[in-house]
């Protein structure tokens, strides 16, 4: 099956018991044991339950790989997946990742016992020179939040298999219908389901995919242990957005470079970051190995705070707003919101800048979202 017919039929569909054909939601915590010491398959739904079984299934299936697990949250399903390490291991994380990934490892897991370095994996020198004896993971994010640097995977991926080392790819931006990087040997995808595989803006979840039986038993164990799993109403909504991801992901992405063209050519704007535009340091790398440049957009503007916080106020169509890959375009100023919890001298370092807005590109006519764009760059 091709990925459009995977994102609809992937898992137990039709349901088994009515033939359902719209996932039936187990809103139930236990389930009645058939005789002593004998389950109907399921026993608790920390543990597992059948709601959430089809979309982890279906997230696996369309990831590649050998199993999927459905989190609370993005960020449950990242500190599941960093429990796989212990006290004294060493993790090279992408620098400008995700605000909460940043303070998860830096002001949580470090306390823990695990070490940090943030770097920017640009090149295969300065990965392979903070390579510690003790390095057990490497984490990347590609197009990365909030400046949409890209990775080479493929590169990557070499200097973690020749070090022996775990890789974790955080894949939310990109979503599977437009990278997969289990195909270039990624270890472990997890994912913000709230973002654009739910697509809606009305759930907040998570997703781990993994690649080895191995990984597997070890993901579903922590996630039992530590019940970091998503709810049956929620796996529900994922669902149901997952079924069109195919669709919403070429709009957003048709809308997206529509916009990232519009922004570059205008003088209150001073820099564009999106992977689509030839002048993106990481456009050749994106070519091969993405499916599109995908819905999300910075851009720099001229004028300081003065400017960028006229600009916030002024979107009408677009909404100021955390979060994105919904089908409404969000706006949001990633220094004093997403990654508010990056100090600001890190910030600076990574290029996180006080001008720096980020826009979801959402599914609304382009023209509207141009002209709203434009009046709130040109106020009279
Ligand atoms: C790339 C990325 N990863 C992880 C997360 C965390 O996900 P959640 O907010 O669902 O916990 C986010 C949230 O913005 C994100 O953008």
């Given amino acids: 099956m091709k990925f459009e017919t995977i994102a609809i039929h992937a898992g137990e569909r039709p349901d088994m018991t009515f033939g359902a054909i719209s996932v039936p939601i187990y809103q139930t915590s236990t389930f009645t044991f058939e005789d002593v010491g004998k389950t109907r398959g399921y026993d608790y739904s920390r543990t597992a339950n059948p709601t959430r079984k089809v979309l982890e299934d279906t997230i696996a299936r369309l990831e590649g790989g050998k199993a999927g697990f459905a989190f609370a949250t993005g960020m449950a399903a990242e500190a599941t997946v960093i429990h796989l390490l212990k006290a004294g291991d060493h993790v090279i994380s992408g620098d400008d990742v995700y605000g909460g990934t940043y303070r998860l490892f830096e002001n949580v897991m470090r306390d823990f016992g695990l070490e940090f370095t943030f770097l920017r994996m640009d090149s295969r020198q300065a990965i392979e020179e903070v390579i510690r004896p003790n390095t057990k993971m490497l984490w990347l994010e590609t197009p990365s939040n909030p400046l949409l640097n890209i990775v080479d995977i493929e590169m990557v991926v070499d200097i973690a298999k020749r070090h022996n080392i775990l890789t974790v790819m955080d894949n939310t931006f990109a979503t599977p219908y437009l990278l997969r990087p289990i195909e270039y040997g990624v270890d472990l995808v997890v994912h913000s389901t709230t973002k654009y595989l739910n697509g809606h803006c009305d759930v907040v979840g998570g997703a781990v995919v993994t690649t080895t039986d191995e990984l597997t038993e070890r993901v579903q164990f922590l996630l039992n242990a530590m019940g970091t799993c998503a709810s049956p109403f929620d796996c529900w909504l994922v669902l149901r957005g997952i079924e069109t991801l195919p669709v919403r992901m070429e709009r957003h992405q048709e809308n997206a470079f529509a916009v990232a063209n519009y922004l570059k050519g205008h003088p209150a704007v001073k820099r564009v970051f999106y992977p689509g535009l030839d002048s993106h340091p990481g456009h050749e790398i994106v070519k091969k190995q993405m499916k599109g440049f995908g819905g999300m957009?910075?851009?720099?503007?001229?004028?300081?705070?003065?400017?960028?916080?006229?600009?916030?106020?002024?979107?009408?169509?677009?909404?100021?707003?955390e979060s994105l890959g919904g089908v409404a375009s969000l706006v949001e100023h990633p220094a004093t919101m997403s990654h508010a919890s990056m100090p600001k001298e890190y910030q600076e370092k990574v290029g996180i800048t006080d001008e720096l807005i980020r826009l979801s590109v959402g599914l609304e006519n382009i023209d509207d979202l141009i002209d709203d764009l434009r009046q709130a760059l040109e106020p009279d």
């Fill in 297 to 321: 957009v910075s851009f720099e503007l001229k004028g300081g705070a003065g400017a960028v916080n006229s600009f916030l106020r002024r979107v009408n169509v677009v909404s100021l707003a």
